[in-house]
């Protein structure tokens, strides 16, 4: 009968922390498709795994070139992995568009996958709220001979007709 104290004690707060931890700090999430080659998942055979650090998406503080996890502004049950292209302010060239561009209105940003073939992404759904940006990718976990840090990789300047730098003048 001591046994089930003890387990049922265990579970009452384990249970709890462990939930409380994952929604404030974050977790480990399979990369699923082709979107973001070859940065993730290069060899398509194998996937990788990242850590979604939800922690630092609370400030609403992003830079152009960091990978994060949103929610899709068509489907809220579905969750996006991409690159954050540009910010409020910036005017984009869209890919595939010889005229035109887009201005980021405030509060949102420009998204974008590495394999633009492959993506599902702003150049389909236009600029998306930062309220959908739940967490930043930061490090590789798995497979092993892949751990890494993600760091933020800029863009291609010749996309930007106008960049804000108010702000991130430290970027270029």
Known sequence: MMWRKVLVGTATLFIPVTITTLDLFGYVAKVEGASMQPVLNPDTEKRDYVYLNKWAAHS???????IVSLLSPFNPDQTLIKRIIGL?????RPINCKEGSVTIPEGHCWVEGDHHKQSMDSNLFGPVSLALIVAKASHIVWPPHRWQRLKPIHPNLDRYIMQNHTTDDNLF
């Open 88 to 92: 409020e302010g910036d005017v984009i």
């Open 60 to 66: 609403y503080r992003f830079e152009r070139g960091e």
